[in-house]
Structures are given as structure tokens and as C-alpha cells.
């Protein structure tokens, strides 16, 4: 902390400077109408959707609430009210770890599946005309292995990437 104080702010230059303002808010945005449009066509928050991918892609459809958290990039106190919520809708039920009493998975119902059925055509369409379509193959490449290096250079600094959202959209 003390190294940071005492050495001399490195400015953006002009280029930088135009590079962060548009890639914040381009992901601002994008960010807001991708929730927007879950929310409308589908009745869930983003997390929500992250959390059913989640677990539809794992053996069984479900994993130990600790896992789900880290895969989810969210804190686990996040994670059980968003588990609840999803209980109450009846998408996901908990259901106890034989090996461990304190542990407990999260289960992602037949309900849940045919939700995750519904919403994902909408929002990977949103996804796709306004990320994907805005970007020749080259720059997804690109946007990719961008993306991958801030996350590995968060991960090397120590900065806790568990939250909010994942790596499926």
C-alpha cells in the first residue's frame, strides 16, 4: 500500500483514455439490456440465468453449494438467497451432502431445466446481435484472449473475482 502512496500516477494517455471510456460503457450497457431482456421475456434476474446454466451443465444437474458459488463468481451469501429465490420458484431444490452435514448441494429441477429451455433463445439472441454481430470472427478471437488476460491478470494481483457473473452468458 505504502509503494503505491509513494510512487508517481501512471495517466492514461489519449488513446487509453478513449479505450477505457468506450469499454466501460459498451459493457455497462450491455450488461443493463442483457438483464433487461432476461427480466422481460423471462421473469429472472441475469445471476439467476448464470446459476441454472450452471447447474444444467454439470453431471446430474447439480453441485455442492460451496462449488456453485465459485463457479457462479458470486459470495455465498449471494448465492443462498439467489438459491432460495430459485427454491420458491421451484427451479432448484438443496438437497443435504451425505459426507459432509454443514455442505449441501443445489439441484436444478425439471422446472428449472424447461425455464432455462425458454429463456436461453432470447437471450443468446441478444447476446449474439449485440456482441457478436457488432464483431468480425477475428475481434471475437480477439475479445477473447482480451478478456482471458484481465482475468488472469485480476487472479495474479489477488483480486477476489467471485463476483457476479460467470463465465456462460
Known amino acids: 500500500m505504502a509503494e503505491t502512496a509513494t510512487r508517481a500516477p501512471r495517466w492514461l494517455s489519449d488513446d487509453e483514455q478513449r479505450a477505457?471510456?468506450?469499454?466501460?460503457q459498451?459493457?455497462?450497457?450491455?450488461?443493463?439490456?442483457?438483464?433487461?431482456?432476461l427480466q422481460r421475456d423471462s421473469g429472472m434476474p441475469h445471476a439467476y440465468y448464470e446459476i441454472?446454466?450452471?447447474?444444467?451443465?454439470?453431471?446430474?444437474?447439480?453441485?455442492?453449494?460451496?462449488e456453485l458459488a465459485e463457479r457462479t463468481r458470486s459470495s455465498?451469501?449471494?448465492?443462498?438467497?439467489?438459491?432460495a429465490r430459485l427454491e420458491e420458484a421451484g427451479w432448484v431444490q438443496r438437497a443435504n451432502c451425505a459426507e459432509?452435514?454443514?455442505?449441501?448441494f443445489a439441484e436444478l429441477t425439471d422446472d428449472g431445466f424447461a425455464a432455462l429451455v425458454e429463456a436461453a433463445p432470447g437471450h443468446v439472441e441478444a447476446v449474439r446481435t449485440h456482441l457478436i454481430d457488432q464483431l468480425t470472427p477475428e475481434q471475437v478471437s480477439q475479445l477473447q484472449?482480451?478478456?482471458?488476460?484481465?482475468?488472469?491478470?485480476l487472479e495474479r494481483a489477488g483480486v477476489d473475482t467471485?463476483?457476479?457473473m460467470g463465465s456462460n452468458s
Open 20 to 24: 477505457w471510456r468506450a469499454y466501460l
Open 26 to 37: 459498451a459493457t455497462r450497457l450491455l450488461a443493463e439490456h442483457l438483464e433487461a431482456q
Open 52 to 66: 441454472l446454466v450452471t447447474l444444467s451443465e454439470t453431471p446430474e444437474r447439480r453441485l455442492r453449494m460451496s
Open 76 to 83: 455465498r451469501s449471494r448465492l443462498s438467497h439467489a438459491v
Open 100 to 104: 459432509d452435514r454443514r455442505g449441501a
Open 145 to 153: 484472449a482480451i478478456s482471458e488476460a484481465v482475468l488472469a491478470g
Open 162 to 164: 467471485g463476483c457476479p
